[in-house]
């Protein structure tokens, strides 16, 4: 916790009077030096200390964690209960190609069973390799070279429930025991993922494939998306919703090489789009989680799946139309055909500087392109991924429209954005600290340096470039990186969705108060957290604990709009005196803490504490309130 306080620039622990009116305040990240190593690491070992004797009293003596998730993924009926350590080889053993997400995350175990898919994977560089994902052991036939890597499936293939139905609410916690652990965020986001891309494996998707080759599964499956989105959901929102032409729903057609977007002003009413529809114009829904739960629910449990904000598009073409000129994106692009079927042209980056590309490009010509690396007609079911700066373009052909959604993701995540944001406090504190960093420049450097020196053998100069490799190798030691990431942490968590909860979730937090309004009053109310209330986090990852300008701030999901930045961060201010205990309600999860048991100067503390962060539905109790 004291790297924590040192970012803030908080003293040690215990030192601080709690201030009665603290004001929010978002100011600048600063890596301040951190206590010592030997203190650090004995606070470590506290926080650890605590959670192991929680863990000790949660589980039974003879039954150690390590037992509780072997035996969990040995049990055919509920591969999705186990450890994140055990997922792959439940994969191995017992493929879940024939599961949708809800009945992956919501299912019953009783209710779930297993088949073996058959996956054809056919690769890109020659010799290409052919893999029939039977049961293992698979085998590794040669295949002639294909233009992109295409993964076939056959077989009863998973899909999802209706779409009122909760897509993920994880129904069979309500059945599990009560000693076994609830899945995590990630768990269950890996759950989907491995749906979203079945047969084939997530570990060789990332491994050989995420960043680098274009994608193609196909499923022969036209109900393999059921319920996630359909035409008749666009035509409700049309009916029922506000959409504003503009910021929800865009019309555009390409014809003759050249775009049109044909937006009329005011609210997109069924009679204005479907007349733009009719005369060949593609209708983008630009926000859908916004109006379609089951969108929301689908994205907000994968956006943890790529730690990065995951939004989407939906797309209605019209038969024998093009919507949009070629072009490419800033993201890392799904594409999930829902019904009709579409033509997809795609293209690799045509020079280096267009390899994951950093903005979107602008409109193409056909005289632009070369050869498509894919050339393909999507079919309901089917599955297309391609990274960020691969040129695509698609139409509708044959009489039929095409409906598709795309997933989208990773956008400015990479390696180079987090420098840019380190690299200047780096500087920062290396001038604070360091006096090299603050010495004179030569009084004559610019006789030989700059672009018209370039090409001179002048030993000034070399000396000068050495410096600056010394002083730039230097700026490791000052990188405030923790800060930094902890900002990235911050700046997801607004991006995010707000949480999806389940049933068991919903009853045993503030969600689930049996206040109401009854016989001309209000009844049940009064229900409050006592030092002996068990709790834990709602959820893991929905709240950040970040140190900025002298203060601790916990940034939070779960009054998040599912509107992109629809409002402003949300956050509470953590005193000094209750850091550490916070931080052991970030780290214990799931694992229940006594709110005595919590690490604050005084019973006040704890409970200002844990009702603070319960009013707001951010604890869980393990006991209904009453």
């Not at 002996?532 to 709240?543: F, N, R, W």
């Amino acid at each position: 916790m004291d790297g924590l306080r040192a970012s803030a620039g908080l003293p040690r622990r215990g030192r601080l009077r709690r201030r009665r009116q603290p004001q929010p305040h978002s100011g600048s990240v600063l890596a301040l030096p951190l206590r010592p190593r030997k203190i650090r690491r004995q606070l470590r070992r506290s926080v650890a200390s605590r959670m192991a004797a929680l863990r000790a009293q949660a589980l039974p003596s003879e039954d150690s964690e390590d037992s509780r998730v072997e035996s969990i993924v040995d049990d055919p009926r509920d591969p999705l209960a186990g450890g994140a350590a055990a997922l792959s080889d439940v994969t191995r053993r017992e493929p879940y190609g024939h599961l949708g997400p809800a009945e992956l995350l919501e299912a019953s175990p009783a209710s779930r069973s297993l088949q073996t898919p058959r996956a054809l994977v056919e690769a890109q560089t020659p010799p290409a390799r052919l893999v029939e994902a039977q049961t293992p052991p698979a085998r590794l036939v040669e295949a002639s070279a294909l233009p992109a890597r295409l993964v076939q499936a056959s077989g009863p293939p998973p899909r999802l429930v209706e779409t009122s139905a909760v897509l993920c609410s994880a129904q069979h916690l309500t059945v599990a025991p009560p000693s076994m652990a609830p899945p995590t965020r990630r768990r269950r986001a890996a759950r989907l993922f491995e749906w979203l891309i079945a047969p084939m494996p997530p570990d060789h998707f990332y491994r050989r494939l995420w960043e680098r080759e274009a994608v193609l599964v196909r499923r022969q499956d036209h109900t393999y998306y059921q319920g996630l989105f359909s035409t008749s959901d666009l035509d409700s929102m049309l009916r029922n919703e506000e959409v504003q032409f503009g910021q929800h729903l865009d019309a555009a057609r390409y014809i003759s090489g050249r775009r049109e977007t044909l937006n009329p002003p005011g609210r997109a009413l069924p009679a204005a789009a479907w007349s733009l529809y009719r005369a060949g114009c593609s209708l983008r829904l630009l926000c859908p989680q916004a109006f379609s739960t089951t969108v929301w629910q689908f994205l907000a449990v994968l956006q943890e799946q790529f730690g990065s904000m995951a939004g989407s598009n939906v797309y209605l073409t019209p038969p024998n139309s093009q919507g949009f000129a070629p072009h490419y994106d800033d993201i890392e692009a799904f594409v999930l055909q829902l019904e009709g079927r579409k033509l997809w042209r795609v293209y690799r980056p045509r020079v280096p500087t267009e390899e994951l590309a950093l903005t979107s490009s602008p409109n193409f010509s056909q005289d632009d392109l070369g050869e498509p690396v894919l050339q393909t007609v999507l079919e309901p079911g089917d599955l297309l991924y391609f990274p960020r700066g691969f040129i695509h373009q698609a139409e509708c052909q044959d009489g039929v429209h095409s409906l598709h959604l795309t997933l989208s993701t990773y956008q400015r995540n990479t390696w180079g954005d987090f420098l840019e944001a380190v690299l200047p406090l780096a500087v920062q504190a290396a001038m604070e600290e360091n006096v090299e960093f603050r010495r004179g420049l030569p009084r004559d450097f610019m006789d030989y340096m700059g672009a018209q020196h370039s090409e001179s053998k002048d030993p000034r100069r070399t000396a000068f470039m050495e410096k600056v490799r010394v002083l730039v190798a230097r700026l490791g030691h000052f990188a405030p990186v923790d800060a930094v990431a902890d900002q990235r942490a911050k700046d997801f968590i607004h991006d995010s969705l707000p949480p999806v909860l389940t049933e068991r979730e919903r009853a045993l937090s503030v969600y689930g108060l049996p206040i109401r309004w009854e016989a001309g009053e209000p009844v049940n109310v009064g229900a409050q957290l006592t030092t002996e209330t068990e709790v834990h986090m709602l959820q893991d990852g929905i709240a950040r604990l970040v140190g900025e300008g002298g203060h601790l701030f916990l940034y939070y999901t779960v009054e998040n709009s599912r509107v992109y930045h629809l409002e402003e961060p949300k956050c509470l201010e953590i005193y000094p005196q209750q850091a550490d205990a916070m931080e052991l309600l970030l780290r214990s999860y799931p694992e229940f803490v006594r709110v005595a048991d919590l690490p604050c100067d005084s019973v006040e503390d704890q409970l200002s504490l844990a009702t603070m962060l319960y009013d707001k539905g951010l604890l869980l109790t393990k006991m209904p309130l009453t």
